[in-house]
Nanobody, 120 residues
Framework: QVHVVESGGGLVQPGGSLRLSCAAS????????MGWYRQTPGKQRELVALIRSSGTTNYADSVKGRFTISRDNAKNAVYLQMNSLRPEDTAVYYCNVDLMEVNGDEYDSWGQGTQVTVSS
């Protein structure tokens, strides 16, 4: 079984920065695409950024130039550096990892989410 845990959320003023971290642990054989999503009440979960095993990335238009996704394969971790935060970035941020377990099972796993609040 694989566990995915996010950390780093909190309250920040507009224009500020936060760094989210996500670590996967357990019987991992391969970590493929890792991504960050966010959700606000009454809305669907939306993609913020993803990074493939090759290192290529994709970003939502709303965060391009402000957010940077990175990964550390040795630590089974993915990070989201968020700069120039805006009130509309307020949401619960979720980490998602696409993986293969040692036993060959393939699936994607979600973390429990971390709250990011941008407010003065």
């Amino acid at each position: 079984q694989v566990h995915v845990v996010e950390s780093g959320g909190g309250l920040v003023q507009p224009g500020g920065s936060l760094r989210l971290s996500c670590a996967a642990s357990g019987s991992i054989y391969i970590l493929r695409t890792m991504g960050w999503y966010r959700q606000t009440p009454g809305k669907q979960r939306e993609l913020v950024a993803l990074i493939r095993s090759s290192g290529t990335t994709n970003y939502a238009d709303s965060v391009k130039g402000r957010f940077t996704i990175s990964r550390d394969n040795a630590k089974n971790a993915v990070y989201l550096q968020m700069n120039s935060l805006r009130p509309e970035d307020t949401a619960v941020y979720y980490c998602n990892v696409d993986l293969m377990e040692v036993n060959g099972d393939e699936y994607d796993s979600w973390g429990q989410g971390t709250q990011v609040t941008v407010s003065s």
